[in-house]
């Protein structure tokens, strides 16, 4: 059974850190890209970071820069993201998804809530 689990986020206050885990299961992580997508309430899904297969290739969203990072372990089947300088507009429900380049087959994780407040 194909599964991706997020989990790590919370409340966190303006300036502070969290990191998102992302656990896959039931098919071979090294053969997807990997991302973390975030939707704020009344706003469209967004994608905020990508990494490649190998994880030599990452890319972001201009807003996060500096900031996040992405990061994967293919053999522990795991993919992170640290989000650093934390800001009340990071808030929204990530989500990590998986997508092969080759078959096109896509996977979404449930979500998991990050709220930035003091």
């Known amino acids: 059974q194909v599964q991706l689990v997020e989990s790590g986020g919370g409340l966190v206050q303006p300036g502070g850190s969290l990191r998102l885990s992302c656990a896959a299961s039931g098919f071979t992580l090294s053969n997807y890209v990997m991302s973390w997508y975030r939707q704020a309430p009344g706003k469209e899904r967004e994608l905020v970071a990508t990494i490649t297969e190998t994880g030599v290739n990452t890319n972001y969203v201009d807003s996060v820069k500096g900031r996040f990072t992405i990061s994967r372990v293919n053999n522990l089947n795991t993919m992170w993201l640290q989000m650093n300088s934390l800001t009340p507009e990071d808030t929204a429900v990530y989500y990590c998804?998986?997508?092969?380049?080759?078959?096109?087959?896509?996977?979404w994780g449930q979500g998991t809530q990050v709220t930035v407040s003091s």
């Open positions: 998804n998986a997508k092969s380049r080759r078959s096109r087959v896509e996977y």
